[in-house]
């Protein structure tokens, strides 16, 4: 059974464990900090085999280099020269083997051009999403286009409902007051802030999500839905559902 834990990183990275029943090999997605990776491992007497990574940002590569000198992992991420260290390219439609379990590779551009995520069907379905989607919430455009990050939001949304989301930043509540303003009449958003804010109260995560659950809570998953398009009225266009994403994705940059 593949288990997957948090390894929390500067305030609100989480830098994601996998390991498969009890061997001692692990993988780890997206190290942005060795130190906190180090420490598990070393605390655990785990071996670090294998890790993955979503895209090229610093606060998800940052650890690689250190990692690599340490451990030797098999490192897995996007076809992009400039992150260094990776000894697996990969990109849409491609698939690889991690603690037993087939992952396939999908591309989700929008927060960053080379930006993919990792998923792996089974009981249940599992999804590393890093900065594309986050529980309630999205990446920034810092590189993609409006269109691009709403294809690939809708791609996402088409996997299987029990699958569950690892984002890789500690978003939700903050995401979730926005939802309570762009869907301000959704009982799902009310019920899901007050189960986070207990949570966060007790420095537990809010991850994983669980994608069926996100369809509900959202507000960049329900770019079609009439109160959603109500409330982002007010901020700019909502005459389709990419344009009501655009409106979103700009005021949520603002909120």
């Known amino acids: 059974m593949l288990s997957v834990t948090p390894i929390p990183a500067f305030g609100d990275n989480y830098i994601w464990l996998l390991r498969q029943d009890t061997s001692p090999d692990v993988c780890v997605v997206d190290p ?6 180090m420490h598990v491992l070393e605390r655990e ?7 993955l990574i979503t895209h090229h940002h610093h606060d998800h590569t940052g650890g690689l280099e250190e990692l690599i000198q340490r451990y030797s992992p098999h490192v897995i ?4 020269p400039h992150i260094e260290g990776i000894d697996e390219p ?6 690889c083997r991690v603690m037993g379990r087939r992952f396939d590779v999908l591309a989700v551009p929008g927060h960053t051009l080379d930006h993919i995520a990792f998923f792996t069907p089974g009981i249940p379905p599992l999804l590393f999403s890093g900065d594309a989607l986050f529980s309630a919430g999205c ?11 709403h294809q ?3 791609r996402l949304a088409e996997l299987p409902d029990d699958t569950l989301v690892f984002a890789g930043h500690e978003y939700t509540q903050a995401n979730l007051r926005f939802a309570s303003a762009a869907d301000p009449h959704n009982p799902d ?4 802030l007050a189960e986070t804010e207990r949570a966060r109260e007790l420095d537990r995560p809010t991850l994983p999500s669980q994608l069926g659950r996100e369809r509900r809570i959202n507000p960049f998953l329900r770019c079609a839905d009439p109160e959603v398009r109500a409330a982002a009225a007010a901020h700019g266009d909502t005459d389709t559902d990419l344009a009501t994403f655009t409106t979103l994705r700009a005021w949520k940059d603002r909120f």
């Open 45 to 51: 007497g785990l071996t670090l085999t294998k890790v």
């Open 139 to 149: 990446g920034r455009l810092f590189e993609g286009t409006p269109e691009q990050m």
């Open 32 to 37: 942005g900090d060795a130190a906190p990776v």
């Open 189 to 192: 958003v009310a019920s899901a």
């Open 77 to 80: 991420g996007p076809n992009n």
């Open 90 to 95: 990969v990109g849409d439609g491609d698939t």
């Open 152 to 154: 690939s939001l809708q």
